[in-house]
C-alpha cells in the first residue's frame, strides 16, 4: 500500500467556479467549501487511524491524493456500511455476480449542479426501467451508493442514461472517480476493480454526428469562448479505446465546440468509441480528451425521409404551450418540417408533438440534453437537416417570422416564406429578418388565443437579426453565431428590409412566462442573467436587476409602439368566432 502526500496527482482540468460555466449554485459553494478545508493536524490523526482501521480499503489509497484519503478520514464511515460492502477478493469477475446483480457498463460525466449522468455503452441492452421494482444503482470505491435515476434515451445511439447524484465526500476530490453502475441495490466491489477519472462536463467529448465524408464531434473545453479556436492541427481524433487498435485521422476544423474528423479507412456496424487527441506540444504532453460520445457510420443511421425546400428548427426547453401556435403559423406560411431540439423538457412537449405529427405536421423531436451548448446544437441541426431540408430557418418559439406585404392576402399560402428567400441560382446562402421586441402589453399570463393575440405593443428600435440558411452552403466549420452562419466563400448573406419580412419577438411576456424563462440562458457565451459580472450585456434585459423579483409596473414596460399587424392577420386566417368573441384554430 502507498500513500502519496502530493496534494495533487490529478491531469484532469481543475473544476473551479470559473471553469464551469453552467454550475449550479451548490456546485460553487462547494468549490468555495475547499479552500477552507480543516486543519493538516486533525487531517493527518485522522488517516493514520483509518488507514489501520480500514487497511483492507486498499483500493482507497495506492493513486490517491492526500486530499482523498483525507477525505475518507474525515467522513469515517459507518460500521454497518462497511459491512454490508466487504471486498469480495475471491470474485475477480466484474460483470456478472452470483445472485443476478449486473455491472453495467457505461460511460459518465460530472453535470453541473453535481449530477453524474451515466450513459449505458452501446454493446449493453439495458432499456428505461419498466417496472417500478427495478433498480439501478451507482457505486462509489469507499462503498456509498446513490439511486440512478432514468433519465433519458439519447437519440442516434439509443442509450439508456441514468443521473446519479455524487456524494458529499467526492466533490472535493480531483479526480473524482467514475461511479460503477449496477442493476441491483447491492453489488460487491472487487478489489481489481477500476475507477477511471469521471470526464467533467466542462473538458468532455459530448455528441458526435456522421455524414458522407466525416464525423462531427461536438467538444466542450479545447475552444473557450469566442476568439480562441485552436488550429485544427494541434488535435486529432481517435476512434476505439485508448489502446493498440486506436485509429487517428486528421481534424480538419476547429471552432467554437465543434470540431471535424477525417474517417478512418474501417469498416464497423457497432458504434465505437471517439475521442479528441490534442496533439503534444514542446511545452505540452498529447493529452486525450475524455470522451461519451460514439461514433456510428452515417449508413447505419439512414431514416429516409423526402427532401423538403423548407425546414424550421428551434431549441426548446418546457415551451410546449406555445409550440402549436409557432408549428400552426409557420406551416401555414411554407415552413415544411419542424426539427425541435429539446432540451429535456417535463413539460408535455411529446403530447404537443404527437398531436401535431396525428394532424400531419412534420415534427422531428431531437433530445439535446447538453447544458448550455446552443452554438453546438445549432451546428448539429445543420448537419442533422442537410439530407432532408434545402433551407433552414432557425427561430426561438417565441418569434414569428410575418411580411407586412401579407395583410392583403385572406389566406396564408405555403408560398409565403419562398417568395422572401432568393431564386435557386443565387449566390445569396442566407436571408436574415430584423427583429421586434414585444413587451408584456397589460398580459399578466399567457393570453389564451395565444402569443400573436396577446402581445401587441412593442420597442420601436429593431433588434438582432434571425436567419434562414440554404444548408448546402454553410462554412466547413458549421460556425454559428446563432442569428446567422458562416457561409462557404463565395456565398453571400443578405440581411431584408423590416418592410419585407419582420420576426415579431415575443421576448419580454407576462411576469410569470418571463420568468420561468430567463431563469435559464441557453447559449455557452452567454452570462446567467443573474450574475453581475456583464451588466450591459444585450442579453441582459434592461431595467431588470439580478433577481427574479417582478419588476415594478412590468406589464407596461417595453411598451413604445403599438404594432397589431401579425395580430390582425392571424385572426383573419387562424381565428373563427364562437359565442363571445373568437378562438384562434391551435387552441385546444
Ligand atoms: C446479493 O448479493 C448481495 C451482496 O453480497 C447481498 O447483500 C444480497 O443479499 C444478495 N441477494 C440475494 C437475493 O442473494
Ligand atoms: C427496488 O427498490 C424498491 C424500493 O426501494 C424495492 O421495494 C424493490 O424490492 C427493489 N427491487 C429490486 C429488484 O431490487
Ligand atoms: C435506435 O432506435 C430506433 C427506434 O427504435 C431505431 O430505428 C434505430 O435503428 C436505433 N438506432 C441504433 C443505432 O440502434
Ligand atoms: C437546458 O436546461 C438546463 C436546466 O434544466 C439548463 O441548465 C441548460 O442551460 C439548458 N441548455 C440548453 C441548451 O437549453
Ligand atoms: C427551386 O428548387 C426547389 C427544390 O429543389 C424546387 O421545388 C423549385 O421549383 C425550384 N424553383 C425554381 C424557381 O427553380
Ligand atoms: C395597458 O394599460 C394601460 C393602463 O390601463 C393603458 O394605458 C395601455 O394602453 C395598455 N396597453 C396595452 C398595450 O394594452
Ligand atoms: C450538406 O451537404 C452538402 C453536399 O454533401 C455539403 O456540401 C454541405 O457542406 C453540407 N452542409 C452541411 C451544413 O453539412
Known amino acids: 500500500m502507498t500513500l502519496s502526500f502530493k496534494t495533487s496527482s490529478s491531469s484532469s482540468p481543475r473544476l473551479t467556479p470559473k471553469s464551469i460555466a453552467g454550475a449550479g449554485d451548490d456546485a460553487s459553494q462547494f468549490f468555495h467549501h475547499k479552500t477552507s478545508y480543516r486543519a493538516h ?7 493514520l487511524v483509518s488507514l489501520s482501521l480500514f487497511g483492507f480499503f486498499s483500493l482507497y489509497c495506492s493513486p490517491n491524493t492526500i486530499y482523498r484519503a483525507a477525505f475518507f478520514a474525515t467522513t469515517r464511515p459507518s460500521k454497518s456500511r462497511i459491512v454490508s460492502y466487504v471486498i469480495n477478493t475471491q470474485d475477480s469477475s466484474h460483470h456478472q455476480l452470483s445472485n443476478g446483480s449486473r455491472r453495467i457498463r457505461a460511460e459518465a460525466v460530472l453535470w ?85 477519472d469521471l470526464p467533467l462536463w466542462n473538458f468532455v467529448v459530448f455528441e458526435a454526428i456522421s455524414t458522407e465524408n466525416d464525423v462531427v464531434l461536438f467538444v466542450k473545453g479545447p475552444n473557450r469562448g469566442l476568439g480562441s479556436n485552436k488550429p485544427p492541427e494541434s488535435f486529432r481524433c481517435v476512434f476505439g479505446e485508448e489502446s493498440d487498435t486506436a485509429i487517428r485521422t486528421a481534424v480538419t476544423s476547429s471552432v467554437q465546440e465543434v470540431f471535424r474528423c477525417s474517417l478512418p479507412d474501417i469498416t464497423i456496424d457497432t458504434p465505437i468509441k471517439i475521442y479528441l487527441e490534442a496533439v503534444a506540444t514542446d511545452k505540452e504532453e498529447t ?139 443565387s449566390m445569396i446562402g442566407q436571408v436574415s429578418f430584423k427583429s421586434h421586441e414585444f413587451g408584456p402589453s397589460n398580459q399578466t399570463k399567457h393570453p389564451r388565443e395565444g402569443v400573436t393575440q396577446g402581445y401587441t405593443c412593442r420597442r420601436e428600435e429593431d433588434q438582432r437579426h434571425k436567419s434562414i440558411v440554404r444548408l448546402s452552403v454553410v462554412e466547413h466549420s ?41 431563469k435559464r440562458r441557453v447559449s455557452a457565451y452567454v452570462v446567467d442573467w443573474t450574475r453581475v459580472s456583464n451588466p450591459k450585456s444585450r442579453d441582459r434585459t434592461p431595467g431588470l436587476g439580478f433577481k427574479p423579483v417582478e419588476p415594478d409596473g412590468w406589464a407596461y414596460k417595453f411598451c413604445e409602439v403599438m404594432d397589431l399587424r401579425l395580430k390582425r392577420l392571424t385572426k383573419k386566417w387562424f381565428g373563427y368566432p364562437v359565442k363571445n368573441g373568437y378562438r384562434m384554430a391551435w387552441q385546444r
Open 478 to 518: 458549421l460556425y454559428t453565431a446563432i442569428h446567422h452562419f458562416g457561409l462557404k466563400g463565395e456565398y453571400e448573406w443578405r440581411v431584408a428590409d423590416t418592410e419585407e419580412g419582420v420576426v415579431n419577438h415575443y421576448k419580454y411576456q407576462a411576469w410569470r412566462e418571463f420568468k420561468a424563462k430567463f
Open 41 to 47: 493536524t486533525t487531517t493527518l490523526f485522522f488517516i
Open 287 to 425: 493529452k486525450t480528451i475524455p470522451s461519451v460520445a460514439y461514433y456510428t457510420p452515417k449508413h447505419t443511421l439512414a431514416e429516409p425521409r423526402e427532401k423538403v425546400l423548407l425546414c424550421a428548427t428551434t431549441m426548446v426547453y418546457n415551451v410546449a404551450k406555445y409550440l402549436r401556435e409557432w408549428v400552426m403559423y409557420h406551416a401555414a406560411i411554407g415552413i415544411q418540417r419542424f426539427i425541435i431540439y429539446d432540451n429535456g423538457s417535463d413539460d408535455e412537449l411529446n403530447d404537443v408533438v404527437e398531436v401535431l405529427n396525428s394532424e400531419k405536421y412534420d415534427v422531428i423531436k431531437v433530445l439535446w440534453i447538453w447544458p448550455k451548448t446552443q452554438e453546438a446544437g445549432f451546428s448539429h441541426a445543420a448537419v442533422y437537416g442537410n439530407d432532408t431540408c434545402t433551407w433552414m430557418m432557425y427561430l426561438d418559439v417565441d418569434e414569428f417570422l410575418f411580411s407586412p406585404a401579407w395583410d392583403k392576402q385572406s389566406q396564408p399560402s405555403d408560398r409565403m416564406i419562398r417568395s422572401l428567400l432568393p431564386s435557386n441560382h
Open 112 to 196: 453541473p449542479g453535481w449530477d453524474i449522468l451515466v450513459i449505458v455503452s452501446p454493446e449493453e441492452k439495458v432499456m428505461p426501467p419498466q417496472l417500478p421494482g427495478e433498480n439501478y444503482t451507482c457505486f462509489y470505491p469507499n462503498g456509498e451508493k446513490s439511486i440512478a435515476r432514468f433519465a433519458a434515451i439519447l437519440p442516434f445511439s439509443n442509450r439508456t442514461s441514468f443521473r446519479c447524484s455524487l456524494p458529499g465526500i467526492y466533490r472535493h476530490h480531483h479526480p473524482i472517480p467514475t461511479p460503477i453502475l449496477a442493476s441491483s441495490k447491492t453489488f460487491q466491489l472487487s478489489p481489481e476493480t477500476r475507477w477511471p
